[in-house]
DNA sequence: CTGTTAGCGCCTTCAT
DNA sequence: ATGAAGGCGCTAACAG
């Protein structure tokens, strides 16, 4: 029972393989009315379907782009791989997902792979600490588009959030609640990643522009396992903070599994912001104020600049890092 | 600036392709050191890559599997997203992510595209309408297992929770909790899907094993645009329901918004308890009893079952439906 | 141990 | 309008 190709196709139809490649490639043009319909029979007949990794040798072309997200747990990928799957479809491509799982080997792993499996464009949400790949990858002018992160050393095109602003927001909203001792949460920013490390200089910032001290000790960071030990010591200082700004939709979690537990009040006990809206958010009691991402644009653009590059089209002088607009929430948390 | 090949790197190490084959595939017994050394040095002189469009035409292996998943907005696709793709990572495989967005024409296309792209296995979550395709699938022994929902016609083997027990257990905790106005809201039924079906009767079942009576008017299914309506009605019933079985995490979300709408509190106005676990669930006010589904061992089994198939061993008379067990998570909705 | 040869299934000049 | 021939990059006999 072996697959049935295009030369039987032409057999069965009695003309030349050419001609069926003709026929597939809906160059009508070059055929008769009457081969038309005989190649079309035997298609049918022989229930034939082309060979799409053949194809793609002949081409080079696959018609597939690679994903390769940090961390597949946070809801902003998750919603980042739907909408990116959604548009790439519309245009006919496949896509490949991959999960980092914040680890640079895993990471270097899958562009490797990738790349051999000649994708036509990555978009990654990079660790940040595969120089050498981002660059040939850069040198080569192969496709490729950055995610909520960016890279110093690569002037590849990136799609962040402004996450000064973001921090900005969340402290201007708590401040405006007269909330004075302002803690704020991240993730782990041991590699330097560059959300977490712009959310803590906006938060600085912020506090600085309304004239509140910048206490080092309100300042964690933690992987997620350790977020709980994080939050203890916060609320066992002797001046604890009156408000908590939860930096990523993880850290958020944490932070209300805390104070569920603690059985304090928010926003009487502790006021709560977070960056990164959660589908939770709405009706929780009492409804937590957050600052969003734009997901959607921010996943649209990464996939117009990727088929962009594709087809070919250079782009003019346009910047290289999109800054998206972050959007408050208010609810009453805080 | 063209693609180096193996005819370059053979080449550059002076001798011949097959060897540079044989090279790498690890095939060493078959040269001598001098020439793997050479060999060694022109890839890396010439920083040659492997192109496995080439390989998996030739091999016909593509090392890479489909998922096609009905909704990726539920909770449940992604993780078990997650885990497929971690176990074939694991397995050298990738993975081509697709949300048939329950959208039958979708699921079939995507079922086209894939099997021209020649993936090595496909796990679907089924919209049971492309039973022609599913069918030829079979025939061919086309490696393949269905996810989450049956397909009556066919006899391809199937993840599913035991969606009765499922049931069962939420109506075991409710009734154990003295409430006996249950009623029961899934997504739309329309297409039959399976374990929405499966958990009405399942729920049936089990109010006649308290011999409660079955209300036709408490069960309730609607697209999730439609859900506040159903609910709406349901409250402004004569009799009202004491308690709310959300049968997935879709109408859980729903329901625990119309609440904090209305401003009803649980469990004293309305128990409530879901089938599919959710992040907020421990730490909600109050924390939501919920039945889960063991999501990981599904995924664990689905990959297992499917590179078996792919690597050729067939499986003894083993069951086409996997029934897998639920477990109940006691909290204080109900 | 190494090289030669023949494809895998499709696309693409280039003659006819 | 149609077909013959060559090649995409790699693998797998089979000789030598």
């Known amino acids: 029972m072996k697959n049935v190709t295009m030369a039987d196709v032409a057999e069965h139809a009695k003309t030349s393989k050419s001609t069926v490649s003709q026929y597939l490639n809906k160059r009508y043009e070059y055929m008769s009315e009457n081969t038309r319909k005989r190649i079309e029979a035997a298609i049918e007949e022989l229930n034939y379907h082309p060979n799409s990794v053949a194809r793609s040798l002949k081409q080079k072309a696959t018609y597939t782009v690679g994903v390769i997200v940090a961390n597949i747990l946070h809801s902003f990928s998750t919603h980042i791989i739907r909408t990116l799957e959604t548009e790439f479809n519309k245009q006919g491509f496949h896509t490949i997902i991959c999960n980092a799982d914040d680890d640079p080997e895993k990471e270097r792993n899958y562009i490797e792979m990738l790349l051999a499996k000649q994708v036509d464009g990555l978009i990654i949400f990079p660790t940040g600490e595969n ?31 402004d996450n000064h602003k973001a921090a900005e927001l969340a402290v201007d909203r708590l401040t405006a609640g007269n909330y004075r001792k302002i803690s704020i949460i991240t993730t782990s920013v041991i590699r330097n990643i560059s959300p977490r490390i712009e959310r803590i200089e906006g938060y600085r910032q912020a506090l600085q522009k309304y004239s509140l001290p910048v206490r080092e000790d309100y300042i964690k960071t933690a992987d997620a396992e350790h977020l709980q030990d994080v939050l203890r010591e916060l609320f066992e200082m002797d001046a604890p903070p009156e408000a908590i700004l939860a930096a990523n939709d993880i850290v958020l979690v944490e932070v209300l599994k805390y104070i569920k537990e603690k059985n304090l009040s928010i926003p009487d006990d502790v006021a709560v912001i977070g960056i990164d809206e959660v589908p939770f958010a709405a009706f929780f009691t009492p409804p937590i104020t957050v600052v969003e991402q734009p997901k959607i644009e921010m996943a649209n653009l990464a996939a117009e600049l990727l088929l962009k590059k594709i087809n070919g089209q250079k782009e003019g002088g346009s910047p290289t890092v999109h800054r998206m607009q972050p959007n408050l929430i208010d609810r009453h948390s805080c």
């Open 131 to 161: 120089l050498d790949l981002y660059e040939q990858m850069k040198d080569r002018d192969f496709p490729i588009v950055f995610m909520d992160r960016k890279v110093d050393a690569q002037a590849i095109d990136t799609i962040m959030l």
